[in-house]
Structures are given as C-alpha cells and as structure tokens.
C-alpha cells in the first residue's frame, strides 16, 4: 500500500521537500551554536529542538505549496488539454463527431523558457500534427464518397473542382484531359474563362509532359478572365495528372492567398492520384455504356436503348403537345448483296448507310439499327410534310451515291415507311406508331422499292 502511494510523483515531492525542511532544522541546531552564539544548552533543549523541527516541516510544507500552485498547476493543465484532445480523437473514431476539431481550446498557452515550456511547445506541434493527418483523412475519406458517386467523366471533372475549391479555397480552377491522340481538351473550368491559343496548348502539354507540379507567384502570374471582369490571382498552381507513369491531364488552380504546404501535397499525392484511377474507371465505365448502347458495325443505337431513347422522345412530345415522326428504313434486296459480294460488303453498305442517316439527322433525333438492314428513325418537332421531303431526299442521295467497296462498286437503294404522331393522333401508343410506320414500309417494298409511303 505504501509503494503504491509513493508512485505519485506530487506525494513524493512533498515528502521530499518535507524530509528536506527536517534536515534543514537539524542543521540549524549546530549553526545556532557556531554561527549564532546561542548556547549550547538552550539550542538543545526539547524546546528549542522542536521549534528548529516544526519550522523545517513548515518550510518544507510551504516549498511544496509553491511548487504545487507554479509547477504542478501548469502540468495539470498540460495533462487536461491531452485529455481532451484525446477523448475528440475517441469521440472521431467512434462516429460520434465528423471531424477532430470540435475541441476548440486544445492547444497550451504556457509562456516559459524551461522544460516545462518545451514540452507545452513540443506537444502544440504534436497537436497540429495530428490535427492535419486527421483533416487529411476526412477530407480523403469525403473525395472518395465523391469518386464513388462519379461514374461519369463530366461529373467526375465537376465534383473534383468543386470539392478541392472547397478544401483548398481557391478562387478558380480547370481541368484539361491529354487522349491518345496528343489532343488536348478542357473537360471543366470554374470561375475562369478559357482561351486556348495554340502556343497555350503546347505549354500545357509541355507541363504535362514533365509530370513535375509548377507554381507561378505575384508578378509572374497573368491577368485571367474572372466572372464578369477580370482579375490578377496571387498564385497559379499547375498539377501534372499522371496515370502509370504516363500523363494524361492537368489540374489548374488559382489563388487570391499563398496556399498552405499541406493543402497542396494532399492535392498532389492523394486527391489527384485517386482522381487519376477514377478517371480511368469513368474511361472503362463510359466504354462500357457505349458497348451496352450502341450498335458495333453502325455506330447508331442499337434496338434496346434506342426503343428507350424513343420512348423517351415520346413521353416528351406528349408533354409538349408538339409533332413527332418515325421513319422505318430498308435497305432494298440486301440479301443480293451479300449473296453476291460477301457479308463483309454487306458490312460496309450498312456502315455507310448509317453515316448518310447520322449526315441528315440531328443529333436531338433518335437513329436506332431496328434489326438486320431495317433502321428506325424519329424526327422530333417536325411536321410530316416537311418530314417526307426530308426523308425523300434521303432516299435520292442513296440512290445516287456509289459505294466503293475493295475498288467494287455497289449501288443501292432504300425503301421508307413514315408514321407521325401529332395533335390528330395523340391517343396512338409508340408500338402502333412503329406498327403503322413498319406497314407502310412494307406498301413501299410491294410498290416497287426505292420508295417513301406516308399514307
């Protein structure tokens, strides 16, 4: 029990500093002699003895107290901060709070030059070291939830800015993406307008190219096109985005104020470096979408997702109470084509065919390969006289081009069938639509081929 008491640093100097105001009492009796002149006998008498002992403990008492009140004050104070901080870190670990600076009073005022005064020192950097490896967690922690939500590369671009704007306080930033063919294009800017010269293009490739982060300050930065003016930030930040060792984009920020050391390395090795694989994910995501959308050999939607682009189309003229057309095509005897020239010709006179479609269509309307050579078409807002002559000239320009294929030449024409949904029939669901669209190509292919029915 008594080991367990003397483990207290405070017990013990107390106990030391009294057992040192006894000492001092005890050499006193000889002083009084030598040095005071006081006799013997009255120095060693039980009074007097007793009175030397008190006053020791009593100085001992009285040094402890000091000690208490200057030194061991400051340690407990030293000791709540770490308490406090410490249950903040719990409180953060635990999901009670979202960040660790909800303890607002957690650094150590203590103006002294000694060891006491290093250690507040040592423990105020500490602190802010675990403060800042803290913040960079939660701030990692939310750009993944980010990352997670941007399956696409514009969305990608946009919630990177807007987050990082946020984080690091910058007045504007860009984005540029490098494709393989050595293009450089904007994929997003915020706050700032873009004009690129030729001789900016090559010093931003240039900058990409090196992969190494450029800083531009005060009088080296240029004026930038800001809002509705203009402005002249303070520093121009360039982060080169890499992705296995190869550049592929480059992330512009601008600043009003010098940013801080440790707001630009999580820029540079965490946020950006996550970005780069996101942005490869949205790449192969994008990919895939288009390989799930469209048709291989044409280029055009394919029949799943243009019958739901076109229902889409229809649930809109719905609501708009405007005109919407649908165009059935055939390619006419496609069979002999592929009977006399090979499948792969075949091949080419679809391909080809879709391109004429994409040439004369905008890019607002719906093109779907429907099955085989048929093709289904909308032309939205478009009344159905305008609508035939559209399709009519179609038709000559196909009947008039010849398509080369292998130094073959191959003629062809096509067949069209035209429905329309307009204020007349606003009762016809989309499958009658196509059903009315599909009969009267099929009056066009008994009526001779190389022909457009509307009725």
Same mark, same amino acid.
């Given at each position: 029990?008594?080991?367990?008491?003397?483990?207290?640093?405070?017990?013990?100097?107390?106990?030391?500093?009294?057992?040192?105001?006894?000492i001092?009492?005890?050499?006193?009796?000889?002083?009084?002699?030598?040095?005071?002149?006081?006799?013997a006998?009255?120095?060693?008498?039980?009074?007097y003895?007793?009175?030397?002992?008190?006053?020791?403990i009593?100085?001992?008492?009285?040094s402890?107290l000091?000690?208490?009140?200057?030194?061991?004050?400051?340690?407990?104070?030293?000791?709540?901060?770490?308490?406090d901080?410490?249950?903040?870190?719990?409180?953060?670990?635990?999901g009670?709070?979202?960040?660790?600076?909800?303890?607002?009073?957690?650094?150590?005022?203590?103006?002294s030059?000694?060891?006491?005064?290093?250690?507040?020192?040592?423990?105020?950097?500490?602190?802010?070291?675990i403060?800042?490896?803290?913040w960079?967690?939660?701030?990692?922690?939310?750009?993944?939830?980010?990352?997670?939500?941007?399956?696409?590369?514009?969305?990608?671009?946009?919630?990177?800015?807007d987050f990082?704007?946020?984080?690091?306080?910058?007045?504007?930033?860009?984005?540029y993406?490098?494709n393989?063919?050595?293009?450089?294009k904007?994929?997003?800017?915020?706050?700032?307008?873009?004009?690129? %010269?030729?001789s &900016? +293009? #090559?010093?931003?490739?240039d900058?990409i =190219?090196e992969?190494? /982060?450029?800083?531009? $300050?005060?009088?080296?930065?240029?004026?930038?096109?800001?809002?509705?003016?203009?402005?002249?930030?303070?520093?121009?930040?360039?982060?080169?985005?890499?992705?296995?060792?190869?550049g592929?984009?480059l992330?512009?920020?601008?600043?009003?104020?010098?940013i801080?050391?440790?707001?630009?390395?999580?820029?540079?090795?965490?946020?950006?470096?996550?970005?780069?694989?996101?942005?490869?994910?949205?790449l %192969?995501?994008? &990919? +895939? #979408?288009?390989?799930?959308?469209f048709? =291989?050999?044409?280029? /055009?939607?394919?029949? $799943?997702?243009?019958?739901?682009?076109?229902?889409?189309?229809?649930?809109?003229?719905?609501?708009?109470?405007?005109?919407?057309?649908?165009?059935m095509?055939?390619?006419?005897?496609?069979?002999?084509?592929?009977?006399?020239?090979?499948?792969?010709?075949?091949?080419y006179?679809?391909?080809s065919?879709?391109?004429?479609?994409?040439?004369?269509?905008?890019?607002?309307?719906?093109?779907?390969?429907?099955?085989?050579?048929?093709?289904?078409?909308?032309?939205?807002?478009?009344?159905?006289?305008?609508?035939?002559?559209?399709?009519?000239d179609?038709?000559?320009?196909?009947?008039?081009?010849?398509?080369?294929?292998?130094?073959?030449?191959?003629?062809?024409?096509i067949?069209?069938?035209?429905?329309s949904?307009?204020?007349?029939?606003?009762?016809?669901?989309i499958?009658?639509?196509?059903?009315?669209?599909?009969?009267?190509?099929?009056?066009?292919?008994?009526?001779?081929?190389?022909?457009?029915?509307?009725?």
């Amino acid at each position: 029990m008594f080991k367990i008491f003397l483990k207290s640093i405070v017990v013990k100097s107390a106990l030391y500093m009294i057992l040192s105001g006894i000492i001092m009492g005890i050499v006193f009796l000889p002083i009084s002699i030598y040095l005071l002149g006081i006799d013997a006998e009255r120095v060693y008498s039980f009074t007097y003895i007793s009175i030397c002992l008190v006053s020791g403990i009593f100085v001992g008492l009285m040094s402890f107290l000091v000690v208490r009140i200057s030194i061991i004050s400051a340690i407990n104070r030293l000791s709540n901060k770490i308490n406090d901080i410490a249950e903040n870190i719990l409180d953060y670990q635990k999901g009670n709070i979202e960040n660790i600076n909800g303890c607002k009073d957690c650094y150590v005022n203590l103006e002294s030059n000694d060891v006491l005064g290093k250690i507040a020192k040592r423990y105020n950097s500490l602190l802010y070291i675990i403060r800042s490896l803290f913040w960079r967690h939660d701030q990692t922690d939310k750009f993944f939830s980010i990352l997670n939500r941007s399956l696409k590369i514009d969305d990608l671009d946009k919630n990177t800015v807007d987050f990082i704007c946020s984080v690091t306080g910058a007045i504007a930033a860009e984005i540029y993406h490098l494709n393989k063919n050595d293009e450089l294009k904007i994929g997003y800017a915020k706050g700032v307008h873009i004009s690129l %010269s030729n001789s &900016k +293009i #090559q010093s931003l490739k240039d900058i990409i =190219e090196e992969g190494r /982060l450029i800083s531009l $300050r005060d009088y080296k930065v240029e004026v930038i096109e800001f809002g509705t003016g203009t402005i002249k930030p303070t520093e121009v930040i360039y982060f080169p985005i890499q992705y296995s060792n190869m550049g592929i984009g480059l992330f512009v920020l601008y600043f009003d104020t010098y940013i801080s050391k440790e707001k630009r390395d999580l820029i540079k090795y965490i946020l950006l470096n996550n970005y780069s694989l996101a942005y490869q994910n949205a790449l %192969s995501y994008e &990919k +895939i #979408q288009d390989i799930a959308a469209f048709d =291989e050999l044409t280029g /055009l939607y394919n029949r $799943r997702f243009g019958m739901k682009r076109l229902q889409e189309e229809y649930e809109r003229t719905k609501r708009s109470n405007n005109c919407l057309c649908l165009i059935m095509f055939d390619i006419d005897h496609f069979k002999n084509v592929n009977d006399t020239y090979g499948h792969q010709a075949g091949d080419y006179i679809l391909s080809s065919f879709a391109k004429i479609l994409k040439d004369n269509f905008r890019i607002e309307d719906v093109i779907m390969r429907y099955g085989g050579e048929e093709f289904l078409c909308t032309l939205n807002n478009t009344d159905i006289e305008p609508a035939c002559q559209k399709i009519e000239d179609v038709r000559k320009k196909v009947s008039e081009t010849t398509f080369n294929f292998r130094n073959i030449e191959i003629k062809i024409t096509i067949s069209a069938g035209i429905s329309s949904f307009s204020e007349q029939n606003r009762s016809e669901t989309i499958e009658e639509l196509i059903k009315k669209a599909d009969e009267r190509l099929y009056r066009a292919k008994n009526s001779g081929r190389n022909y457009v029915c509307a009725i």
